[in-house]
């Protein structure tokens, strides 16, 4: 089974990458495109894989994952939509703001799609892909793309009408939390700390952190209670956070990023 990748950038990468350490394929089952000689040159040259400037070359894969940006869409579509393959080719979007129906009227004619939305912590496997496909696309046919797909992380079936708030949770948020640890780590140093040490103690918190939540099924509140002692240093923390809006920032930078998605 041929895999091909028009879009050869860092979540394209992160895939290829995820795809080939778990042995789930061959690098010569792989097949990636790019714009310029440059990218491909490092691609063939980090991972052993096929890369070409052709698109078309690419589209006669598989399973095509396109992973350009989403501005580009419309142009690789136009592309690559006439080229003659039989319909048991699997197309995988990763783009935010561009649902099923559009790609199927882009394409102009009955396609197999799964809309995916991985994000960047795939690089180290541990994204997450919310995956949703369309009618044509059977039971088997998904769990043969989900495989691939979990090479790099986990993976959750949604209703299309979610993809909006994905991208908000997972797809974007990966930024936000970069923030939220930048931040962690410029106030230590404020306070003496050594920048590489800040970053470290801020990093791992974060990463436990999720970790608690992922593994002990407590709610999040339950287990900041746990970390709050009476009259004590964390709750006045806390206190602060809640004085200047924490929790409202983080729903409404969510809600205005959906937002986007939708209007793209």
């Known amino acids: 089974m041929k895999l091909g990748f028009i879009g050869a950038g860092n979540m394209a990468q992160a895939i290829i990458g995820g795809i080939l350490k778990?042995?789930?394929?061959?690098?010569?089952?792989?097949?990636?495109?790019?714009?310029?000689?440059?990218?491909?040159?490092?691609?063939?040259n980090k991972y052993g894989i096929e890369t070409t400037l052709d698109n078309k070359k690419v589209a006669m894969a598989d399973i095509l994952f396109l992973a350009v940006k989403p501005v580009y869409y419309q142009k690789v579509i136009d592309e690559i939509k006439n080229i003659s393959i039989d319909n048991s080719q699997i197309v995988v979007t990763i783009a935010a703001g561009k649902s099923i129906?559009?790609?199927?009227?882009?394409?102009?004619?009955?396609?197999?799609?799964?809309?995916?939305?991985?994000?960047?912590?795939a690089l180290v496997g541990e994204g997450i892909t919310a995956v949703c496909p369309n009618k044509n696309v059977?039971?088997?046919?998904?769990?043969?793309?989900?495989?691939?797909?979990?090479?790099?992380?986990?993976?959750?079936?949604?209703?299309?009408?979610?993809?909006?708030?994905?991208?908000?949770?997972?797809?974007?948020?990966?930024?936000?939390?970069?923030?939220?640890?930048?931040?962690?780590?410029?106030?230590?140093?404020?306070?003496?700390?050594?920048?590489?040490?800040?970053?470290?103690?801020?990093?791992?918190?974060?990463?436990?952190?999720?970790?608690?939540?992922?593994?002990?099924?407590?709610?999040?509140?339950?287990?900041?209670?746990?970390?709050?002692?009476?009259?004590?240093?964390t709750i006045e923390a806390v206190r602060v956070l809640e004085k200047t809006g924490f929790r409202s920032s983080i729903m409404e930078c969510m809600r205005e990023c959906a937002n986007k998605s939708r209007s793209m």
């Open 138 to 233: 059977t039971e088997d046919e998904l769990t043969n793309v989900m495989k691939f797909l979990k090479s790099f992380g986990k993976v959750e079936i949604v209703q299309e009408s979610m993809m909006d708030a994905v991208v908000a949770v997972s797809g974007s948020s990966p930024a936000y939390v970069f923030m939220f640890i930048e931040a962690m780590a410029d106030a230590a140093v404020a306070e003496g700390m050594p920048r590489v040490q800040a970053y470290q103690f801020a990093a791992q918190s974060v990463l436990g952190s999720a970790k608690m939540v992922l593994e002990t099924g407590l709610h999040p509140g339950k287990l900041k209670d746990m970390v709050c002692s009476p009259a004590g240093t």
């Open 101 to 121: 129906q559009w790609v199927e009227e882009a394409f102009g004619r009955e396609r197999k799609i799964i809309r995916a939305m991985p994000n960047t912590p």
């Open 22 to 44: 778990s042995g789930s394929a061959d690098k010569s089952d792989i097949i990636a495109s790019a714009a310029t000689d440059k990218t491909i040159k490092s691609v063939s």
